[in-house]
């Protein structure tokens, strides 16, 4: 699976941005995807997550109501619509796919995008 992120930027606050992640390669097999963010000198966080249907959908406490995760899979492309941007939403956001696999047993591969850059300007 291969995953390439766009959409990044330099925003105002209270601006809005709309991340995208396109798959490729066994797509088939991801069971869910998500975004997360790397600020710098702190650790990588789930920002948001979906699961392979769309159907459920989980947010870190300090972006809900602000941003929205989707997935299209018949563009096999997954996009963050970010509204009402802070700095400290400021980061570089990466794409994630969870893909299960079997090899005489489950098992599950992480794959990440490259990475775009957000800046929230105050």
């Known amino acids: 699976v291969q995953l390439v992120e766009s959409g990044g930027g330099l925003v105002q606050a209270g601006g809005s941005l709309r991340l995208s992640c396109a798959a490729s390669?066994?797509?088939?097999?991801?069971?869910?995807m998500g975004w997360y963010r790397q600020a710098p000198g702190k650790q990588r966080e789930l920002v948001a997550a979906?699961?392979?249907?769309?159907?459920?959908?989980n947010y870190a406490d300090s972006v809900k109501g602000r941003f929205t995760i989707s997935r299209d899979n018949a563009k096999n492309t997954m996009y963050l619509q970010m509204n009402s941007l802070k700095p400290e939403d400021t980061a570089v956001y990466y794409c994630?796919?969870?893909?299960?696999?079997?090899?005489?047993?489950?098992?599950?591969?992480?794959?990440w995008g490259q990475g775009t850059q957000v800046t929230v300007s105050s």
């Open positions: 994630n796919a969870r893909a299960s696999y079997y090899s005489g047993s489950y098992g599950v591969n992480d794959y």
């Open positions: 390669g066994s797509t088939f097999s991801i069971n869910s």
């Open positions: 979906i699961t392979s249907r769309g159907g459920n959908t």
